[in-house]
């Protein structure tokens, strides 16, 4: 018989824990709770949860088809459900897509190397119907945007996208994993383009995945983690919320100082164009000889907010400068 122990932060059942995983080439970090399975005082399984997101989950290969992933997982969904979360995730190895599946979860898509499955009351048709309600049934066009903040530079995107006659849909990356937070990103982007009747603005959700929160930790060393994190993001974007929105269009902004972020559109321009997306590239404005940044922009707000002015419309200018106290309060 085989139990279920939760780790107690900071104890040496974690440090077996880190040790456990790193015999795996994994490294144990940013987690909410983790619990263990043990035989003969040694730890053979493990499951961990960060927010509603299940994360390594390991079971030994001798102890393969003992039952002990059922128990794991259902530790994980009571902790994920007790906070709250009405719908969860996994990223794990595809080979591991039926041990999920048989639980209930449904996978939304996969590569040779990672699938990503969701559970819950909340999954991804409820998300897309939610953004259909909100539509007319006709064709769009689409950028996605972390817009930390958003620029002049974002804004000469969204002008050159709406030259083509499709209404533009704006999705905002949803994931709190920059600077200015989810709700600032998405209220000045919302707010700037609230009477465009052709922008319709939304949050991404979690089905447009951030290359800042992808996991890797489940992948080989020596795996292109790049080339696994875009090839998951476009089959998703284009196998299903294109399909679903009637998107026939993404529009990009060219990296020309960003080598990793060159190197990720040139990979979503020839994936998406396997699936009928077509990916267009805008190349990045520029002001007085020098690319607009919203990198440039976060490093003048904490030192020279006077000198951002220069990169942003004056609506946008308004709403940072007062929330400018509290960003530097949090520094």
Not at 86 to 92: A, E, G
Not at 121 to 140: A, C, G, M, P, V
Not at 174 to 196: G, L, P
């Amino acid at each position: 018989m085989f139990y279920v122990d939760r780790l107690i932060k900071g104890s040496s059942s974690e440090k077996e824990l880190i040790d456990f995983l790193a015999l795996r080439d994994v490294t144990y970090e940013d987690v909410d709770a983790s619990f263990i399975i043990r035989d003969n005082a040694n730890i053979v399984a493990t499951v961990s949860v960060k927010k509603n997101l299940i994360k390594f989950f390991y079971i030994d290969d001798k102890y393969q088809g003992e039952g002990l992933a059922i128990d794991l997982i259902n530790s994980a969904l009571e902790e994920i459900i007790n906070k709250g979360y009405r719908n969860y995730f996994v990223f794990t190895k595809t080979k591991n897509e039926g041990i999920f599946t048989s639980l209930s979860m449904d996978a939304i898509e996969k590569t040779e190397d990672v699938v990503l499955l969701e559970g819950g009351f909340f999954k991804y048709k409820d998300w897309t119907q939610s953004i259909r309600s909100e539509l007319d049934n006709k064709e769009y066009n689409a950028i996605v945007m972390n817009a930390n903040p958003l620029t002049l530079g974002h804004e000469y995107l969204v002008d050159k996208a709406l030259e083509d006659d499709r209404d533009l849909i704006i999705f905002v990356l949803e994931e709190d994993a920059s600077y200015f937070s989810t709700k600032d990103r998405y209220e000045i982007v919302k707010k700037h383009y609230q009477d465009n009747e052709r922008v319709h603005v939304f949050k991404s959700g979690p089905y447009i995945i951030s290359r800042l929160t992808f996991p890797t930790y489940f992948l080989k060393k020596d795996t292109d983690k790049l080339k696994v994190y875009t090839e998951l993001d476009a089959k998703i974007f284009a196998r299903h919320i294109a399909k679903d929105l009637n998107i026939k269009k993404r529009y990009f902004g060219t990296e020309p100082t960003d080598k990793v972020t060159e190197k990720y559109n040139e990979m979503m321009k020839s994936i998406l164009s396997q699936y009928g997306l077509e990916a267009v590239f805008i190349d990045r404005k520029m002001i007085d000889g020098e690319y607009v940044s919203a990198s440039k922009v976060r490093e003048e707000f904490k030192t020279d907010f006077i000198a951002v002015k220069n990169f942003l419309s004056q609506d946008v200018y308004d709403y940072l400068k007062e929330r400018r106290g509290a960003y530097l309060d949090n520094d």
